[in-house]
């Protein structure tokens, strides 16, 4: 029922910029938390930035300053502007959603993209 799906991935030289997007549709009441969580070859799957349905924010230590996360939550929607790109940041990147699918509780479900793939050449 709940699909979420991300783009704007590709190849970038370093020092560049990408902006990714994730929109999530289907049964959905609300979204509580979305984020941006990236796994490179050989890596543990690690959470890059993170932003709640009132906007809240944080980010990992590696790329604070570099990136920003926004959502528009009438679209249901999260974006990821990275700028001043480096070849660490190579990895594919998962949208994750945290959803309630009625009003009837409190339960929300985490869903995940299929990832898009950011390479960053040197």
């Known amino acids: 029922q709940v699909q979420v799906v991300e783009s704007g991935g590709g190849l970038v030289q370093h020092g560049g910029s990408l902006r990714l997007s994730c929109t999530a549709s289907g049964t959905i009441f609300s979204i509580n938390g979305m984020g941006w969580y990236r796994q490179a070859p050989g890596l543990q799957r690690e959470l890059v930035a993170a932003i709640t349905s009132g906007g809240r924010t944080n980010y990992a230590d590696s790329v604070k300053g570099r990136f920003t996360i926004s959502r528009d939550n009438a679209k249901n929607t999260v974006y990821l502007e990275m700028n001043g790109l480096k070849p660490e940041d190579t990895a594919v990147y998962y949208c994750?959603?945290?959803?309630?699918?009625?009003?009837?509780?409190?339960?929300?479900?985490?869903?995940w993209g299929q990832g898009t793939q950011v390479t960053v050449s040197s």
């Open positions: 994750n959603a945290e959803i309630r699918y009625t009003s009837g509780n409190d339960y929300f479900f985490s869903y």
